[in-house]
């Protein structure tokens, strides 16, 4: 569905990890940079530029520097007594075959990507549905990425499969080479288990493709100069034939070289039939979208949907497709999810009624939601705890029903199909573990699928919500997990995690690593739900866009604050970590505010913000963050910047920077910089790099257990043992 397609270009542009070529075109820039002889100065009077090799990804230089702080790092926090016990624990939690096995259900069989220590590449593999609801499920793989990748001698990262409907026989396989965001794809047989022969297949390249027929494909992906937009995504969407070579693929839509990108998709109708919709993205937060109408294999011209630039246009059901907005439109608010008649558009280009689905209050708002046959499933959250609900179309009206699972966690609609009746939705709280429901939408009746283990005993904890008010009034909701009985003397070790952008929740979530590593060794755990992200709706997230992003920053600090002022910790005792945009947030914490804390694990982090938009994915950021090329937005940048705001005098606590070689995402050199700035300016921090992993600094479950140890015997060291 086409709503998917578009969920999973946003994780692509922001939430997860370029392409060589795009490595070599950064690199190009900076060198253009030094040859220039142009120098740029912060606010305290430094040289920018004298870093800017840093930022060539494999330059011999930079390495050089990051195996040198990874060596200092690693020899610190392995030589801990505690590190390996750590490592070991998390490695069991992650290698576990007691899991759930997360499926999607398509043509009678549940289909699950599966990684454990036999398996630590993993494997595509399937099963029917009643022996996946049994104690002893049978599974058949279909695809072996840990074999693929030894005959190949790649470092594969699976990707995910998009296989055509009905019969689900032929398969696109998304192939990443270390975790990257760009990747290579190509057509396997779902049935023989076999790649195509003379299948279709791509270079390595950001962007992808989508099945129009067993024949055709929709492409937007590099194909040479001119094709790609300053974001690094594609800006040209070609017809490919089977048989054809790329270069023999026919364009039929274009985009702009300043827009983000453009993408097309396809939306399967209740016939089976397909139509294609292109989104053309011109900021991160503003698409024009439109529909390709055809004769046969003949393209016609596109119609533009007249929808607002700040929407999300969604599935069809019933023939209404629904659609999202983030502003207000024809009477309805931001935040409400409307639909409208597919057909009646598609006969003259016109919207003519528009029927209200579902409106979130001030406390409320949508999480997400799935298309079933029968029925459209969605996620409510109200200060951010959430429910879920059924919604049926008569013809006339939407109508909904509450339905009955878990309450004061977090409920997510899963794997849903248009085509069939059955569902899958999962319930999870901070201190129960996930629990995988089927639903079957034809009789409105759930059953339990799965359900994970209890890893830590906690039976012994409690999990509250508090609300700390931010600099402006505004109240702000944050959870406490911890150990029942703790003394509320200032001396706790506790841990406070935020994000706060691109319109993100963060909801509350059974983690077994955390619970095994930190909260069993006495330590709280917070969860800052500030501005920025989507707890409240797209108003909580706009309202800390580009130059007031201050206000999110002010609602962390508030946060901090407010524990400090409840006895929960002290500064001493306080630690903070987030990653990518909260990898920024660390940032500015500890630049701004360098005595609230004493641990900051700052990861696959933003830093550099006069520079970000240079940097692979950063030019698709611009309408989150401002643009350095506009005055007021420069000047705003360089006033929050870390990078820019680091000083010889002050005294900062002592940063874990965490990154990843290959993040084709957010570019290691802003990581690499600041921790440079620091050793420039003789403050303490630590540094890790992992080579492979893209944007989740990880590329499998082995490297991720050795991250979470290093970064948990490091807030041991900082939050229990005082160092």
């Known amino acids: 569905m086409h709503h998917k397609v578009w969920n999973r270009i946003i994780n692509a542009l922001f939430l997860g990890t370029a392409s060589t070529a795009l490595i070599a075109a950064s690199n190009n820039v900076n060198n253009q940079d030094r040859k220039s002889g142009v120098t740029e100065y912060n606010k305290t009077g430094q040289s920018d530029t004298d870093h800017l090799y840093l930022e060539e990804v494999l330059g011999e230089k930079a390495l050089g520097e990051v195996e040198n702080w990874n060596q200092r790092t690693l020899k610190r926090l392995t030589s801990d007594p505690r590190y390996t016990k750590m490592e070991a624990d998390a490695l069991e939690i992650l290698n576990s075959k007691d899991k759930i096995a997360y499926v999607s259900y398509r043509g009678g069989f549940a289909h699950n990507f599966w990684q454990d220590a036999d398996h630590v590449r993993g494997i595509w593999r399937q099963t029917t549905l009643d022996s996946y609801l049994s104690t002893d499920t049978k599974w058949e793989t279909i695809l072996d990425i840990d074999a693929l990748a030894k005959s190949e001698g790649k470092n594969w990262v699976y990707q995910g499969n998009n296989c055509l409907a009905p019969d689900y026989e032929l398969c696109i396989i998304s192939l990443s080479d270390g975790g990257k965001d760009a990747n290579v794809q190509r057509e396997f047989n779902s049935k023989t288990k076999t790649w195509v022969t003379d299948g279709f297949i791509t270079p390595e390249s950001k962007g992808g493709t989508s099945w129009l027929d067993k024949d055709t494909q929709l492409i937007g992906i590099d194909f040479g100069e001119g094709s790609l937009t300053e974001s690094g995504y594609p800006m040209v969407a070609k017809l490919w034939k089977r048989g054809q070579s790329i270069e023999q693929a026919t364009e039929f839509m274009r985009g702009d070289k300043k827009d983000v990108g453009l993408f097309a998709g396809t939306i399967l109708r209740a016939d089976n039939s397909r139509e294609i919709i292109v989104t053309r993205a011109k900021t991160f937060y503003e698409s024009e979208t439109y529909w390709v109408p055809r004769d046969g294999d003949t393209l016609k011209e596109a119609v533009k949907f007249p929808i607002p630039a700040k929407s999300g246009l969604g599935s069809e059901f019933k023939g209404q497709i629904l659609l999202s907005l983030n502003e207000d439109w024809r009477g309805y608010k931001s935040g409400d999810l409307v639909s409208f008649s597919l057909d009646d558009f598609m006969a003259d280009g016109k919207i003519s009624s528009v029927d209200l689905v579902y409106s979130p209050d001030e406390k409320s708002s949508l999480n997400g939601y799935g298309v079933t046959k029968s029925k459209v499933l969605m996620s409510i959250s109200r200060d951010v705890k959430s429910s879920a609900y059924s919604f049926d179309w008569d013809g006339e009206k939407w109508t909904s029903q509450k339905l009955d699972f878990p309450e004061n966690g977090t409920i997510s609609i899963g794997a849903t199909n248009d085509k069939e009746d059955i569902a899958f939705i999962n319930s999870q709280s901070f201190l129960k573990p996930s629990t995988l429901w089927t639903y079957d939408t034809s009789v409105q009746q759930k059953a339990e699928a799965k359900a994970l283990p209890d890893w830590f005993d906690s039976s012994k904890m409690v999990a509250d919500q508090f609300f700390a008010t931010s600099k402006d009034g505004t109240q ?248």
């Open 476 to 723: 702000v909701p944050y959870f406490v997990v911890r150990k029942k009985g703790l003394k509320m003397d200032g001396s706790n070790p506790t841990l406070l995690y935020g994000y706060g952008g691109f319109e993100v929740s963060l909801n509350p979530s059974y983690s077994a690593t955390r619970g095994k590593l930190w909260l069993e060794n006495d330590g709280i755990y917070v969860l800052a739900n500030i501005r920025g992200g989507g707890e409240y709706g797209p108003k909580w997230h706009q309202a800390g866009l580009k130059t007031n992003r201050q206000v999110i920053y002010d609602d962390f600090i508030s946060v901090a604050e407010d524990l400090i002022s409840k006895k929960l910790t002290s500064p001493k005792h306080l630690g903070i970590e987030g990653g990518s945009n909260g990898g920024l947030l660390m940032g500015v914490m500890f630049t701004q505010r360098p005595d609230l804390f004493n641990a900051v694990i700052c990861a696959v982090p933003l830093l550099d913000m006069l520079r970000y938009d240079k940097l692979l994915a950063g030019a698709s950021w611009v309408g989150e963050y401002g643009s350095p090329a506009i005055d007021e937005e420069r000047k705003f940048l360089q006033a929050i910047s870390p990078y820019h705001n680091i000083k010889a005098d002050t005294e900062y606590p002592e940063v874990f920077f965490v990154t990843s070689t290959k993040d084709d995402r957010v570019h290691p050199g802003h990581a690499r910089k600041t921790a440079k700035r620091f050793e420039d300016q003789g403050h303490d921090f630590l540094y890790y790099e992992n080579i492979d992993g893209g944007h989740s600094a990880a590329a499998n479950l082995k490297e991720t257990a050795k991250r979470l140890a290093l970064q948990h015997v490091y807030l041991m060291q900082k939050l229990k043992d005082g160092k």
